[in-house]
């Protein structure tokens, strides 16, 4: 299943024949370079933030000077710097700093976490939790209001049902919201009521959940800024080198100059502007920023939305859901406006990412592009489709021809495998995460997580790129087994590929002279063992143009632990 990587020792000096004397040199590491070549190494020193030399430790000597830090990193496997291609990284620090009841085995274990969250919330200041499941409880029922009122009596609590189709509030809440007895059910949603009564019971179903989202302030910039870095630095302890935040508002670009201007955006950041007039009126005025505070920020893609996702049946399909026969999911956006924006982005020299799950999405916009770009190999535009999750068979060759780049999720595949089939029958399955289709037809594939729809760790879509399974290993083989990718393809989807599809290919995504020096060091040797060893592979070392932003090799003890 793996392809035979080259054990190849080689080594390539940046200049003739002066040495220039490393910053750092990592030694006694198993290196996969994933160049062309795909070559092996066991050393590599880095300058001024790029990479000097690589090859082995003899040779890496030779750029020594005393001032050159040597590290030994114990026989671990050094891989090019990951990279995350399509994450929401504010959402993520909003999903990091609310509670989380994933695996709550009780009612009152909640509460009791909720008792210590309001000790250190001050009174009027929303508390929010998600991932309660009444199925996981010995008492099957949906929990009432005055169970979290007992606990927290001065702030307003909302957390969501793990499915996110359900709040359960407090009277705080329900309060602030204005939700009596008198309240009717909104059209679209539920108020549940307690037995025998009109009295809300606490819990808000679907559309009722607006009368709260409805409520809650905006989140200051501050505490956006809060949640940012926390994303950040938990993305740095998972390995990652870069993302690309698929959706930034005009706080969150703001944010990321900032972190970057006080040398604190690493990973490093990738933009794709919200799909808002007077956030592209900004930047189609200034012109696509490439590569700001020495390459850790690039302004140049816009986001737009061409339908909704599967699990809710709003992914628009070209003939209605096998499991709902009079729906055909959503239009987001209209088509001629979507034509617009793309028009709009391609002139201003902006790089064009548009969400498409459906395989009536997808194929407006290759339309879109056909029309608007043709398969004019001069035009290096790649448009990007975020997710290409649903393909029809016809449409799938037509991203090569055109230049469209499938930028898709490994670990919605797995997500979703145990029902997608209910929803678009067998025979439109098979253009479903059809990454080896996709493949054969020449396109690369960057790899994300949208998280936090789903885990930040890229190692898990790596897994998920390999396997096609869960983490129990179901289904056996593997669902779908024939569009598993090899090992060396799904670290490049969460490398090279990236790279690619932020034209950056000429300075990351593989372990070249001369490119940025990112790396991810990791516990086990991922192309030798098993795919199951990447759910129990640690990342020990994160290195972010040469600097050490993670080390639990080295430096087990310190403080990168603390930050938690
Ligand atoms: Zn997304």
């Known amino acids: 299943m793996f392809k035979m990587i080259s054990l190849l020792i080689f080594g390539v000096a940046a200049s003739g024949c002066a040495k220039e004397n490393a910053d750092r040199i990592f030694i006694n590491t198993s290196i996969y370079t994933l160049n062309s070549a795909n070559e092996t190494a066991t050393s590599v020193a880095v300058k001024n933030g790029r990479i000097l030399f690589i090859g082995d430790e003899e040779k890496s000597y030779e750029y020594l000077n005393e001032n050159t830090e040597i590290l030994d990193l114990k026989g671990n496997t050094l891989i090019p710097g990951l990279t995350d291609a399509h994450a929401h990284i504010g959402g993520t620090g909003k999903f990091l700093q609310t509670l989380n009841f994933h695996g709550t085995a009780s009612s009152s274990e909640i509460t009791s976490m909720v ?7 001050p009174p009027g200041e929303w508390i929010e939790g998600r991932g309660w499941d009444q199925n996981d409880w010995q008492v099957k029922k949906f929990p009432t209001s005055g169970l979290l009122d007992k606990v927290a009596p001065k702030n307003p609590v909302a957390f969501s049902r793990v499915d996110g189709h359900a709040y359960w509030v407090n009277q705080v809440a329900l309060d602030l919201a204005g ?26 179903i679907d559309n009722a959940m607006l009368l709260i989202d409805d409520i809650k302030p905006e989140p200051s910039y501050e505490l956006k800024k809060r949640r940012i870095s926390q994303a950040l630095s938990y993305s740095l302890k998972l390995g990652l080198t870069t993302i690309h935040d698929a959706g930034s508002d005009s706080d969150e670009v703001e944010i990321y100059k900032e972190l970057a201007s006080e040398g604190k955006l690493n990973p490093r950041v990738y933009v794709m502007l919200d799909d808002d007039e007077k956030l592209k009126e900004k930047y189609f005025k200034a012109g696509p920023q490439i590569g700001l505070f020495d390459n850790h920020l690039t302004i140049r893609t816009i986001k737009l939305y061409a339908d909704g996702a599967l699990g809710s049946r709003g992914a628009l399909l070209l003939k209605p859901y096998s499991d709902d026969p009079e729906n055909s999911g959503l239009s987001v956006t209209p088509v001629s406006e979507l034509r617009k924006s793309f028009i709009e982005g391609i002139k201003r020299g902006f790089q064009v990412a548009t969400h498409a799950i459906g395989d009536s999405g997808n194929r407006m916009i290759l339309d879109i592009v056909e029309e608007v770009v043709g398969s004019d190999p001069q035009n290096d535009h790649r448009s990007r489709i975020e997710h290409a999750q649903i393909l029809s068979l016809s449409d799938i060759q037509r991203f090569n021809r055109l230049g469209v780049i499938p930028s898709m999720q490994p670990t919605h595949c797995t997500s979703d495998m145990y029902w997608a089939e209910d929803r678009i029958g067998s025979e439109r399955i098979k253009g479903a995460y059809a990454w080896r289709k996709l493949l054969d037809t020449g396109v690369v594939i960057p790899g994300g997580s949208d998280s936090p729809v789903e885990s930040i760790n890229p190692l898990w879509g790596i897994y998920a790129a ?24 799904a670290v490049k989807m969460f490398s090279a590929w990236p790279a690619y599809a932020s034209f950056d290919e000429n300075i990351k995504g593989t372990i070249e002279v001369g490119k940025l020096a990112d790396f991810t060091i990791l516990s086990n040797d991922i192309f030798k063992e098993d795919p199951s060893v990447l759910l129990e592979t640690k990342v020990l070392m994160t290195v972010v143009g040469g600097e050490i932003l993670y080390d639990i090799l080295l430096k087990p003890d310190d403080l990168y632990l603390a930050a938690e």
């Open 115 to 121: 008792r210590t969250a309001a000790n250190r919330t």
């Open 466 to 489: 390999v396997t096609r399974q869960d983490h129990q290993r179901y289904p056996e083989g593997g669902w779908q087994p024939g569009e598993r990718m090899t090992m060396e393809e």
């Open 179 to 204: 939700i009596t007895s008198e309240t009717p059910d909104p059209d679209g949603g539920r108020i549940v009521r307690l037995p025998g009564s009109n009295k809300p019971s606490g819990i808000l």
